[in-house]
Each structure stands twice: as structure tokens, then as C-alpha cells.
């Protein structure tokens, strides 16, 4: 089994880009625009640092054009290449390391925020070691363009490393090392999962009210929001409590949220989802809820009723039509000890039964 | 044999016919009263969620339940003196079907503490004391057999109720369910209508009651005045009752709480919860079988006469049981333990009543559960939450099974003495009626002579 080590790299100039945009462009920016790539002039220094050098002119026009075209973005994450980013205030930087022994291996990384996530693979290789494995990364499934390396053996070892821009729930996804086609290791990267939601409908009446809760497990970090929506056709809508407060009513408590629905019709049947924000991503739960009406146990109980009535009916009535048989089973036990003697109960029977004996 | 008390009936239980009807009422009665309380937990977390309560005032309904079926034991037992058994079988199960359709219209945690627990322990308890009376009426020779069937109810109808709970819950919700419920309930009333009373045909002479003691008996009677009317007070003074009232309410102290915390307890150890709920599978599936199987042995002619023997191993035997869990290691152990601990569980369980009816007779049983269950409702209440406790202080199960252990071994110890002691007493009194009854018949016999003589 390989143990996961974690080891801290960094990007500046990816870092500064984002932390400008921090604060709330990051979120709608899904993707980032490879513009003016090309142009800058970069350089990989001793510890493998990529460095870039921009003149004051390309800087400004840099920041306009990325503030323009923000929506506008490919999903091509950048290559080892330069990233034409300025160093304007610096992403948090993370890594993790996997050392694989086997075959394959998967890890999963949970991410709150943006991050320039450095993922490094190394492997020991297998019987056949050769000098040099091409390896390359994969963002679920699909190839990432350029990524091909010759991988050179290194004590024994292949090391791939590449950075990441996460940045936003775009970016998250399974991220595959590939040596060749013999080893792979998965990273998984994505938000904190919501625990213990409910697969099964939760059923409710018509009239009655509806309790939903959505909690974080209290080992992972708490949301910095919780939303609530409902599935509108493919569409989700999202619950708006202000709204219409005789009817939804949302208590958020740390780690932990509650939509209450009143008045429930049939037709807020349906799946509901509740959402936990975080800086990177929104965690989504779901719950299916079924709206019935009384007429649905009703059903069933009265059927057992009936099966209740017709059985104490048939048996009080067989009870009534077959005399009773005589109850005395039991014959050589009390036979012997045929005394005149009196029972607790009735004297006089026992004297009358004396008689007939005697 | 059995001891004289238990012939004292008037009548010769038929042991048989129609006595097996009443055997299957008996366990549906009995099994509703027993597992119907344990197996509402299913539906705790809905209505936890829905009135927004803690888990714990969820979990008061099934203890307000529970100890209202103990605490309504003595009414139950008046109610059978006067009228017999199926009436209030019936009512029971009446009461406890009404309260749970109430209770899913329920809008406050309290309503249902009243609805479920109030009315459904009432009705209840009204189904488990005539069932248990009504199966010394019927049997006398084959009554452990008898008994071991009856008690058999519970684990069958808990393993039943288990996944039929989750079934309704997940189709009609808790509501629904409860209003189902209600109707599953009445099946009571059905087993109600089986316990035909019995047929006290004056056809057959009672077993040999010496004058001397039907004169003390009717004196006892007498004594008690206004309350021994409707229950017998005066079992307090029966030597057997008392020794069956001692060593319970301790043994109760311990009973229950293994089986509450086994699953929590495999937990703790790395089990996983399937595995662990799959443990009292394992327990529920032995007890099942156990019972039925220790009522047949209790009934061999060997165990039969010394039954109380019979009755204290099974107690001393469940004791040592929790003493060795600790030991157990791993999850093969512990299915080990619940393998024993279900033996164990099943054997005090199907001899618990029997033991009593034997010790005071089936005449005077009635009256005698009633009072049981009124005392030994503390301990049972008592028992899992003290025993939670000593978890929370120690921080280990290992503790708890060892106070559990205590707890059931030394009453099964002291049954054993006690026993001893018991039977030597009543063979001692058997042995001095005896001669009594042979002196006066010879006197009667001297006066008859005397008297033909004279005439």
C-alpha cells in the first residue's frame, strides 16, 4: 500500500492572479483564459520555480483582458510551461505525494478552497525497469494536451509532478498519473462530502409538515453557507425562505442545516437538494420527498380490521355452535386420591360428587 | 412431584384440545407485550427529526411503555381474578390499537408519551398476565412445555416486527405506520377470542388437601380483608414468592442491558454495523428455539419435580456468560457469546413464569405476576441506564458485563440455596399433611365403624 506524504510547491504567478479575484470573481470565473500565453517571457529557476518577467504595458493589459474575458474560458488546465499570470497576490499552495508499490492506487484529496495543488506520483516500478517510461495526466478520463513526459529511473524510482490550478468546482474532478501502461494513480479531488443523507423517499401527508436535515460530519470543516433547492424539471430552483415564511422555514447551525416545509401538498413531491458552500465548491445532498394522502394507510387498515373482525367473529361463533366439549383430558393423575375431602371452592359440589361416588 | 400448591385447582386441566388454541393466543399476546415496546426504536429517528426533540426524549416512549405495561401488572391481575382472561385480553388489545391510531395524529412529543405509552403499556399489560394465567388453567403436566411455547412469541414476533417496522416506515411514513400499527395490534383481540376459559367441569376429584390446610388457606383468605379481594396480599408470606421476588429484582438489574448494549458493544471493539446488528440476529434467532426446547426438557420427568434447580442453572449459567464476554476477542468471540447468552436468555425466559406458577400454583398466579411486575418494574427501568452510566464512567464495556455478570450470577447462586432450603421445607410439610390426612381418615373411618354399630 502506498503511504501518501505531502509536500508543499508553489506557483507565484498563478497565485497572485487568483488572490486578487479571491473574493468573488474566482467564483463565477470556472475557467481560466490561456491569453496572452505565449507572450511571456518565463524561466524555470534551480528549484524549479517557473518565474515570469512582464513589462508594466503587458501587465495592465493582461489584468484587462483577463477582467473582460473572465466568463469566457477553455477547461484546459495550464502545462509545466509558464503560465502567463502575473504575481498580483499569491494562491495557498498544497501537494500531495503518492508512492505507488502495486498497480494502481486511488487518493482522495478533499479540498475547502482554491489551491495550487501540486500532485506527485512516484512509482518503483516493476521486473522490468527500464532507463525510460513516458507518462502523462489525465482529468477524468480525458488526456490532458502536452502532458506526455519521459519519465528517467531516479534511485530506483519514476517521479511525476505537475500543478494544478484549482480554482473552482471546474477544476475538481479525478486526476489520473499514468507511467506508461502499467501504473496509475488517482487523485480525487473534490469538496467535504455531506454524511448520512437519507437514499430512501421520506414520506409525509398532505397538510402535514416535513423536517429535512443536511449535516457535515463534525471532523470535516463547517460551510461557509448552506442553500436549499428543489428540482424543477432537469432545472434546480433554489428555496427561498424569505419568500414565503408560512411555508419554509430554514435554521442553519454550524455544521448542520434544517429546512421545515408546512402545508404540504401533493405537489411538493419531488427532490430537494441542500447545498454547502465552500470557497471552491457547493456539496450538494439530496433527498426525494413523497406527498400522500390518508387514504394510503387507510387502505391497508382496514383490510386488517376486516381480518381481524371475520377471525374473532368465526371463532366466538364456533365457540357458540359446537357444544362445549368436555375439557377433561387429564385421567389417571387425580383418579387415585379419590377422597372425601373438601376444595377450596365449592363444598357442596364436592359433597354432591361424594355422593354420586359412594 | 410438584409441590401440593400447585393441585390445588378444583378441576384437572385438560394438558391438551383445545389448551393448544390457547397456547397460540398466549404467544401472540405475550409476543405483542414484549417486542411491540423494543421494536418502535425504528421509527425514533423520524420523530426525532419531526418534533425536534433529543434522541433520548424519543427514546422515553418506549420507557414510559414499558413501565407502564409493569406498573398496570396488579390492575391487569384484579381485572383476570373477576372476569378471566379473555375479556381483558380483548380490551388490551382495544386499548393499545386506539392509542396508537391516536398517536399518529399526534402534534407533540407528549401526546404520544400519553397515546403510545400510557394507553398502549395499559393495553398491553392487559394482554400479558391473562396470557400467562390463562396457560396454568389449561396445563398442568405438560404446562412447562406449555410455557416455553408462549414465551417463544417474543422473539418470533420481534424478529418479524424488526423489518415489517422498516417496510411501513419507508412506504407510509411514521404516521402511517403508527395507524397500521394499530390495526396489527388488534390481532390481539383475536388471540383474545382463542382464550376460551376453561371448562372447571366438577367431574374429578382434587388432589389430597388434608382439612388442617384448606382451614389455614380459608383463614389466609379471611385475613387480608379489603384488598385481598381483588389481589392476593397475602403472597407476601409465601416463603417460594419471596424467594422468587428477591432474587429477580436483582437479577432484573443486570437482564436486560447485555442485550441493549451488544451492538454498541461490537462497535466499539471495530466491528462494523451490519456485523454487529447481525450479532443479535444471531441472539434473537437462538432464543427463539431455546425456549420452546427448555420448556420440552423442563417437562421430562427427571427436571419436572426440581424444576427451581432447573430455573436457577439457567440464571447462574446467563450470569457466567457475561462474566466471560470480556474475554471474547474479535467477532467470531462475540458470536460465540451471543450464541451462549441467547442459550441462556431463552432458558430464563420460558421458565420465568413457569417457576412462579409452580411455586405458588395456578390459582393463586394471577395475582402473583401482578405483583411481580409492579416490583420488578424499577429494576428493569433501572437496569440499562445504570448500566449505560457505569459505560459512560469507565469508558469500557468490559466494566458493565462484569457488573451484569455479578448481577445475574449471585441471584441464580442464591436460587440454588434458597431452592434447597424451599424444597426441604415442603417435602417436610407434604410428609406432616400426609400423616395428618392418614389420622384423621382413620378417624373417620373408627367413627363410621362406631357409628354403624350403633345403629
Not at chain 1, 475547502?112 to 489525465?138: A, D, H, M, Y
Not at chain 2, 407502564?68 to 381485572?79: C, H, Q, R, T
Not at chain 2, 388432589?207 to 381483588?230: I, Y
Request: charged content about 20%; some cysteine.
Amino acid at each position: 500500500m502506498a503511504s501518501a506524504t505531502y509536500r508543499l510547491q508553489g506557483d507565484i504567478m498563478a497565485a497572485s492572479f487568483l488572490q486578487l479575484w479571491e473574493g468573488g470573481l474566482v467564483r463565477r470565473c470556472s475557467r481560466q483564459r490561456g491569453e496572452g500565453r505565449n507572450e511571456t517571457p518565463a524561466y524555470r529557476d534551480e528549484d524549479g520555480r517557473i518565474r515570469i518577467m512582464l513589462t508594466s504595458w503587458k501587465l495592465f493589459r493582461l489584468h484587462v483582458l483577463l477582467f473582460i474575458f473572465c466568463r469566457h474560458v477553455n477547461t484546459e488546465t495550464p502545462d509545466p510551461t509558464p503560465p502567463p499570470l502575473v504575481p498580483i497576490s499569491p494562491l495557498p499552495i498544497d501537494a500531495r505525494s503518492v508512492v505507488l508499490k502495486g498497480e494502481s492506487h486511488t487518493e482522495v484529496v478533499e479540498l475547502l478552497s482554491p489551491v495550487n495543488l501540486t500532485l506527485e506520483c512516484t512509482w518503483t516500478g516493476n521486473q522490468n525497469k527500464g532507463p525510460n517510461i513516458t507518462g502523462f495526466w489525465r482529468k477524468d478520463g480525458h488526456e490532458i494536451g502536452n502532458s506526455h513526459v519521459t519519465v528517467e529511473l531516479e534511485a530506483e524510482q519514476y517521479n511525476l509532478r505537475r500543478v494544478f490550478h484549482i480554482i473552482s468546482e471546474e477544476n475538481l474532478g479525478n486526476y489520473s498519473c499514468i507511467f506508461g501502461r502499467e501504473a496509475k494513480i488517482d487523485f480525487v479531488l473534490s469538496g467535504p462530502q455531506i454524511g448520512e443523507v437519507r437514499d430512501k423517499p421520506i414520506v409525509s401527508y398532505v397538510g402535514d409538515s416535513v423536517v429535512f436535515i443536511c449535516k457535515m460530519d463534525k471532523t470535516k470543516p463547517k460551510p461557509t453557507a448552506w442553500d436549499w433547492y428543489k428540482a424543477n424539471g432537469t432545472d434546480r430552483e433554489q428555496i427561498v425562505a424569505a419568500e414565503e415564511p408560512h411555508r419554509y422555514e430554514i435554521k442553519n447551525k454550524e455544521g448542520k442545516t434544517q429546512l421545515r416545509m408546512h402545508n404540504l401538498t401533493e405537489a411538493d413531491s419531488g427532490l430537494y437538494f441542500c447545498g454547502a458552500v465552500y470557497p471552491i465548491s457547493t456539496t450538494v445532498g439530496q433527498m426525494e420527498l413523497q406527498v400522500i394522502t390518508l387514504y394510503e394507510p387507510l387502505k391497508p387498515f382496514i383490510a386488517i380490521m376486516a381480518e381481524v373482525t371475520i377471525l374473532v367473529v368465526a371463532i366466538l361463533l364456533c365457540e357458540k355452535c359446537h357444544p362445549r366439549k368436555k375439557e377433561t383430558a387429564g385421567d389417571g393423575i387425580n383418579d387415585q386420591t379419590n377422597m372425601q375431602t373438601q376444595t377450596e371452592n365449592n363444598g357442596s359440589e364436592t359433597s354432591s360428587m361424594r355422593q354420586r361416588k359412594v | 412431584m410438584a409441590p401440593p400448591t400447585a393441585t390445588k385447582l378444583g378441576y384437572t386441566p385438560p394438558d391438551g384440545g383445545w389448551g393448544w388454541a390457547v397456547v397460540l393466543g398466549s404467544f401472540i399476546s405475550i409476543g405483542f407485550s414484549y417486542a411491540f415496546p423494543k421494536s418502535l426504536t425504528i421509527y425514533f429517528k423520524e420523530i426525532q427529526k419531526y418534533f425536534s426533540v433529543s434522541y433520548s426524549q424519543t427514546a422515553w416512549v418506549s420507557s414510559v411503555m414499558l413501565a407502564s405495561m409493569y406498573a398496570a401488572g396488579p390492575v391487569s391481575s384484579i381485572l383476570v381474578n373477576r372476569y378471566g382472561s379473555r375479556p381483558v385480553v380483548m380490551v388490551g388489545g382495544v386499548m393499545v390499537s386506539a392509542g396508537m391510531v391516536l398517536a399518529s395524529f399526534g402534534s407533540t412529543i407528549m401526546h404520544l408519551y400519553l397515546c403510545v405509552g400510557v394507553i398502549g403499556g395499559f393495553g398491553l399489560a392487559f394482554n400479558l398476565q391473562p396470557a400467562l394465567t390463562i396457560i396454568g388453567t389449561y396445563f398442568h403436566v405438560k404446562r412447562p412445555l406449555a410455557n416455553g411455547l408462549a414465551m417463544a412469541g417474543s422473539p418470533v414476533l420481534l424478529f418479524t416486527l424488526a423489518p415489517l417496522n422498516q417496510l411501513l416506515l419507508d412506504s407510509f411514513g411514521w404516521r402511517g405506520s403508527f395507524l397500521i400499527l394499530g390495526a396489527i395490534l388488534l390481532n390481539c383481540c383475536v388471540a383474545g377470542s382463542l382464550m376460551r376459559p376453561v371448562n372447571k367441569h366438577p367431574q374429578r376429584e382434587p388432589q389430597s388437601d388434608s382439612p388442617a390446610s384448606n382451614r389455614a388457606a380459608a383463614e389466609e383468605g379471611a385475613r387480608g380483608g379489603c384488598l385481598q379481594k381483588f389481589i392476593d396480599v397475602s403472597l407476601f408470606k409465601h416463603r417460594g414468592f419471596l424467594i422468587y421476588l428477591v432474587g429477580n429484582v436483582v437479577m432484573f438489574l443486570g437482564f436486560f442491558a447485555p442485550v441493549v448494549f451488544l451492538a454498541p458493544y461490537a462497535r466499539d471493539i471495530g466491528i462494523d454495523e451490519y456485523s454487529a446488528a447481525f450479532l443479535l440476529s444471531i441472539f434473537a434467532l437462538v432464543d427463539m428455539f431455546v425456549r420452546p426446547a427448555t420448556g420440552l426438557i423442563g417437562n421430562t420427568s427427571c427436571i419436572r419435580p426440581r424444576i427451581q434447580y432447573f430455573f436457577s442453572f439457567a440464571v447462574t449459567f446467563t450470569g457466567v456468560c457475561h462474566l466471560l464476554c470480556p474475554l471474547a476477542s474479535g467477532y467470531s468471540g462475540l458470536v460465540i457469546y451471543a450464541v451462549f447468552f441467547g442459550i441462556g436468555f431463552g432458558m430464563v425466559c420460558a421458565l420465568l413464569f413457569e417457576v412462579l406458577m409452580d411455586l405458588v400454583g395456578a390459582h393463586r398466579f394471577s395475582s402473583a405476576v401482578g405483583l411481580v411486575t409492579i416490583i420488578e418494574c424499577g429494576p428493569v427501568l433501572l437496569g440499562p441506564p445504570i448500566s449505560g452510566a457505569l459505560v459512560d464512567k469507565f469508558g469500557d464495556y468490559t466494566y458493565m458485563y462484569y457488573a451484569c455478570g455479578v448481577l445475574v450470577a449471585v441471584p441464580g447462586i442464591f436460587f440454588f440455596i434458597m431452592n434447597y432450603y424451599n424444597y426441604k421445607k415442603l417435602d417436610e410439610e407434604q410428609r406432616r399433611s400426609v400423616a395428618v390426612e392418614m389420622r384423621s381418615d382413620e378417624e373417620a373411618a373408627q367413627h363410621k365403624i362406631d357409628h354403624d354399630e350403633s345403629t
